[in-house]
């Protein structure tokens, strides 16, 4: 498993050995086509499919959905955060959010979402995640990825087991599904030719560039004249390589006058775009946010805390990417998921910040989804009879129903009782 280390410290995973990854490589290929100025031809056929893109974008560390949008005409809200409550829509204030309805207002420092709001292309569910009540991070991040809460017999992701029960998108394909991390997401093991790959752009051999070429020549003939199942994912891995490396991540110009932040998550989004648009055959992408386990220091609202910095950082890195990809002269069927393990309390502790908490944000991008409107289920007053345990936003919206209405309706896979197994899900009306 992959190491994980959060806000707090906790080692989450162990790093995953170069071997692990030639384990997981399989079935790679390459082949030419015609794609933008900015990437060299790279061989492979055109897909027909009508079948979305998804990329999965995991708020590590447990998000603070009401710091993200939050019930403006609630006083609760107010009275339970008097330090890091944002100021209502209608206020003076300069560190006021932007109304999205009559109820909701988004936080200032993620207002780079509004325009795709706007558009109908995003779509805000509140009070999501997941019915067991863990306040584990490790335990709460495992249930969601792998689709089911403890049950220690399931092991692969839910997007793992949803690549594994459909076919590729494109049958020559040298990789279907790509974790930007160091060791390969929980999310995606059990996912055919899916790779952890922390930096596509500097994906490779070492060593000596001079000798690059030949050292690479030389394993593809040494791997070529062994046994299959120990030559195949060697000689996948190499195609791999050359693949990845055909790709001028460098030079890639955004389009929409997208730019993208210069963040860890601004830089994997802004590849993430480059691998899209090359057409390689590519359907799952995994990306993970940290820096939302919000302990103290989380206000004051304003841009000097800790919790308006990661926000504006998301929200940027989103709105270019809905630019970049979303919309424009070239529509590219792509669905993004945000979502987090749980949210923080209703009311902020003594350090300026809130503790483990149960309800949280979930934010779904794209032209497929029935976006501009924020998703609830018997919202309630954040009053502390009506919170869970007295303390916490209640968990109305099963991440699943989200999830699955987006793999059965954007990515065109049925096989829900494998994919979230002993759970029924109920249609929230997430997408077009």
Same mark, same amino acid.
């Given at each position: 498993?992959?190491?994980?280390? +959060?806000?707090?410290?906790?080692?989450?995973?162990?790093?995953?050995?170069?071997?692990?990854?030639?384990? +997981?490589?399989?079935?790679? $290929?390459?082949?030419?086509?015609?794609?933008?100025?900015?990437?060299?031809?790279?061989?492979? @056929?055109?897909?027909?499919? #009508?079948?979305?893109?998804?990329?999965?974008?995991?708020?590590?560390?447990?998000?603070?959905?009401?710091?993200?949008?939050?019930?403006?005409?609630?006083?609760?809200?107010?009275?339970?955060?008097?330090?890091?409550?944002?100021?209502?829509?209608?206020?003076?204030?300069?560190?006021?959010?932007?109304?999205?309805?009559?109820?909701?207002?988004?936080?200032?420092?993620?207002?780079?979402?509004?325009?795709?709001?706007?558009?109908?292309? &995003?779509?805000?569910?509140?009070?999501?995640?997941?019915?067991?009540?863990?306040?584990? +991070?490790?335990?709460a991040q495992k249930f969601?990825?792998?689709?089911?809460?403890?049950?220690?017999?399931?092991?692969?992701?839910?997007?793992?087991?949803? =690549?594994?029960?459909?076919?590729?998108?494109?049958?020559?394909?040298?990789?279907?599904?790509?974790?930007?991390?160091?060791?390969?997401?929980?999310?995606?093991?059990?996912?055919?030719?899916?790779?952890?790959?922390?930096?596509?752009?500097?994906?490779? =051999?070492?060593g000596s560039a001079t000798?690059?070429?030949?050292?690479?020549?030389?394993?593809?003939?040494?791997?070529?004249?062994?046994?299959?199942?120990?030559?195949?994912?060697?000689?996948?891995? =190499?195609?791999?390589?050359?693949?990845?490396?055909?790709?001028?991540?460098?030079?890639?110009?955004?389009?929409?006058?997208?730019?993208?932040?210069?963040?860890?998550?601004?830089?994997?989004?802004?590849?993430?775009? @480059?691998?899209?648009? @090359?057409?390689?055959?590519?359907?799952?992408?995994? &990306?993970?946010?940290?820096?939302?386990?919000?302990?103290?220091?989380?206000?004051?609202?304003?841009? #000097?805390?800790?919790?308006?910095?990661?926000?504006?950082?998301?929200?940027? #890195?989103?709105? $270019?990417?809905?630019?970049?990809?979303?919309?424009?002269?070239?529509?590219?069927?792509?669905?993004?998921?945000?979502?987090?393990?749980?949210?923080?309390?209703?009311?902020?502790?003594?350090?300026?910040? #809130?503790?483990?908490?149960?309800?949280?944000?979930?934010?779904?991008?794209?032209?497929?989804?029935?976006?501009?409107?924020?998703?609830?289920?018997?919202?309630?007053?954040?009053?502390?009879?009506?919170?869970?345990?007295?303390?916490?936003?209640?968990?109305?919206?099963?991440?699943?129903?989200?999830?699955?209405?987006?793999?059965?309706?954007?990515?065109?896979?049925?096989?829900?009782?494998?994919?979230?197994?002993?759970?029924?899900?109920?249609?929230?009306?997430?997408?077009?």
């Amino acid at each position: 498993m992959a190491k994980h280390v +959060h806000d707090t410290g906790c080692e989450e995973y162990n790093a995953l050995t170069r071997r692990s990854f030639v384990g +997981h490589a399989a079935g790679f $290929a390459a082949a030419a086509l015609a794609l933008p100025a900015w990437l060299p031809k790279v061989v492979l @056929a055109q897909s027909a499919s #009508t079948r979305d893109v998804i990329v999965s974008v995991f708020l590590r560390g447990g998000a603070d959905g009401l710091s993200m949008v939050y019930p403006f005409t609630d006083t609760n809200y107010y009275t339970g955060r008097p330090s890091i409550a944002i100021p209502r829509p209608d206020s003076t204030s300069a560190n006021r959010g932007t109304a999205l309805n009559g109820q909701f207002a988004i936080s200032q420092a993620m207002s780079a979402l509004v325009p795709a709001f706007q558009a109908g292309n &995003l779509l805000v569910v509140h009070g999501a995640g997941l019915v067991n009540n863990t306040r584990s +991070h490790f335990d709460a991040q495992k249930f969601i990825e792998v689709g089911k809460a403890a049950d220690a017999n399931l092991v692969t992701g839910w997007l793992g087991r949803h =690549l594994a029960t459909s076919t590729p998108m494109r049958s020559t394909a040298p990789l279907r599904a790509l974790g930007l991390s160091q060791g390969l997401q929980r999310t995606l093991v059990g996912a055919p030719k899916a790779l952890p790959i922390p930096n596509p752009q500097g994906f490779g =051999l070492g060593g000596s560039a001079t000798t690059r070429a030949e050292r690479s020549t030389w394993l593809r003939d040494d791997y070529t004249a062994v046994d299959t199942s120990i030559g195949a994912p060697a000689l996948d891995a =190499l195609n791999t390589v050359s693949l990845l490396n055909a790709i001028n991540f460098t030079g890639y110009a955004p389009s929409g006058g997208a730019v993208y932040p210069n963040s860890g998550f601004g830089r994997g989004m802004r590849s993430t775009a @480059a691998l899209i648009k @090359a057409d390689i055959g590519i359907e799952a992408i995994q &990306l993970d946010v940290g820096g939302w386990d919000t302990h103290s220091g989380q206000g004051p609202v304003a841009a #000097t805390g800790s919790m308006a910095r990661t926000m504006q950082d998301l929200a940027a #890195t989103l709105a $270019a990417f809905h630019a970049d990809v979303l919309t424009g002269g070239v529509s590219y069927k792509v669905t993004v998921v945000v979502l987090s393990e749980f949210g923080r309390n209703v009311r902020e502790n003594g350090t300026q910040g #809130t503790d483990h908490g149960r309800g949280s944000c979930m934010f779904v991008l794209g032209p497929g989804i029935a976006g501009g409107r924020v998703l609830t289920n018997n919202w309630v007053p954040l009053a502390r009879e009506n919170l869970e345990s007295g303390q916490d936003l209640r968990v109305t919206i099963d991440h699943r129903d989200i999830l699955s209405e987006i793999v059965s309706r954007r990515l065109g896979n049925p096989n829900l009782d494998v994919i979230f197994p002993s759970y029924v899900p109920t249609v929230r009306g997430v997408t077009l």
